[in-house]
């Protein structure tokens, strides 16, 4: 079975400044797929950015960049300067390389951001 | 607008009557995916559709809950006698099919949820 850990409920950063979002994730495939989705009030999830698990290198998208860390099972989300638009949860998910599952979340952390 | 969209956006509920909510998944997409989300937790998995067949159904869609995905396009979610505890937002997404090596990288587009009360 998959697993997501996300340690924190609620971060706060300053305008302009990088955060970075902890995940934690536990699998016994060896194939895999890490997903970071990010969810406004409005409620609609928007997917930001994805690493593979045979990716050697880090994940980049704009501002997100993903810190993968296979041997610790880390991929943490990191949010280069902030907007006052990045304030919503954000969501780490896993799923098997096949393709056919589902997506496994984590319980999110909110992050608000402030002027 | 050609993304994913659900509908009601929100129901309200007394207990013990039956709901039901439509998914238009994004036209091609042939999978399609229920998830509910309760108040803190991350979405979890409720079922998943590969065109018109249902493939894998979480222990969480108790007899009550039913789907549907009769022609292989829209899908309908059927929750029976409600219960307080079903009050939550019922988010649907959709994949293309997967290329000739598969992959996890088979990316869900999401709709706007339903979000139910059951009162």
């Known amino acids: 079975a998959q697993k997501i850990t996300q340690t924190q409920p609620g971060m706060f950063v300053q305008e302009k400044e990088a955060v970075t979002l902890d995940c934690t994730y536990d699998?016994?495939?060896?194939?895999?797929?890490l997903f970071w989705y990010k969810q406004p009030s409005s409620g609609e999830m928007i997917f930001l950015i994805y690493?593979?698990?045979?990716?050697?290198q880090n994940a980049t998208e704009g501002r997100y960049s993903l810190n993968f860390q296979k041997a610790r099972k880390s991929a943490n989300l990191v949010i280069s300067a902030s907007q006052l638009g990045d304030s919503a949860m954000y969501f780490c998910?896993?799923?098997?390389?096949?393709?056919?599952?589902?997506?496994?979340f984590g319980k999110g952390t909110r992050l608000s951001v402030i002027a | 607008d050609t993304g994913v969209s659900q509908d009601p956006r929100h129901k309200i509920t007394k207990r013990g009557q039956n709901v039901t909510f439509r998914c238009d998944p994004i036209?091609?997409?042939?999978?399609l995916y229920w998830y509910r989300q309760t108040l803190g937790q991350g979405p979890e998995f409720l079922t998943y559709?590969?065109?018109?067949?249902?493939?894998?159904k979480s222990r969480l869609l108790s007899d009550r809950f039913s789907a549907e995905r009769p022609k292989g396009s829209f899908s309908t979610l059927e929750i029976q006698r409600t219960e307080q505890g079903d009050s939550a937002m019922y988010l649907c997404a959709s994949s293309p099919p997967l290329g000739p090596s598969g992959g996890a990288y088979n990316e869900q587009f999401f709709g706007p949820g339903t979000r139910l009360t059951v009162l």
């Open positions: 036209s091609e997409h042939n999978r």
């Open positions: 699998t016994s495939d060896q194939s895999y797929g």
């Open positions: 998910a896993m799923r098997d390389l096949s393709g056919n599952t589902p997506l496994v």
């Open positions: 559709f590969q065109n018109e067949a249902q493939l894998e």
């Open positions: 690493q593979g698990s045979y990716d050697e």
